[in-house]
């Protein structure tokens, strides 16, 4: 069976007045994977930041890839936006560093 595109995700979520986009903005990959499971019904879409993981090395990439992966197993009709903040603020820029 072919995944939904993007659009076609957000759009259904919108259907169902499911609008707010959740930030998922922690490395600690149980907390955000809670966040989903008490969340998924009522939004329109996560959007896990790539940073706090990348500045966690391999393990914290493995990390957010688990957590998206949790989310289309929990909520697979709500689409996932990967924020990826290079050249952000000086905190988030340190997590780029740290992954370089």
């Known amino acids: 069976m072919t995944r939904p595109s993007f659009g076609e995700l957000l759009d259904g979520r919108w259907e169902q007045d499911n609008f707010p986009c959740v930030g998922l903005d922690s490395s600690d990959s149980n907390l955000m994977k809670a966040v989903v499971d008490e969340t998924h019904d009522l939004v329109g879409a996560y ?7 990348f500045g966690e090395g391999p393990n914290g990439y493995t990390d957010l ?3 998206i992966a949790h989310i289309h197993q929990v909520a697979p009709d709500v689409p996932v936006i990967l924020d990826r903040k290079a050249g952000d603020i000086g905190s988030t820029n340190e997590q780029t560093v740290k992954m370089a």
């Open 47 to 53: 959007k896990p930041n790539s940073e706090p993981y």
């Open 65 to 67: 890839r688990r957590v």
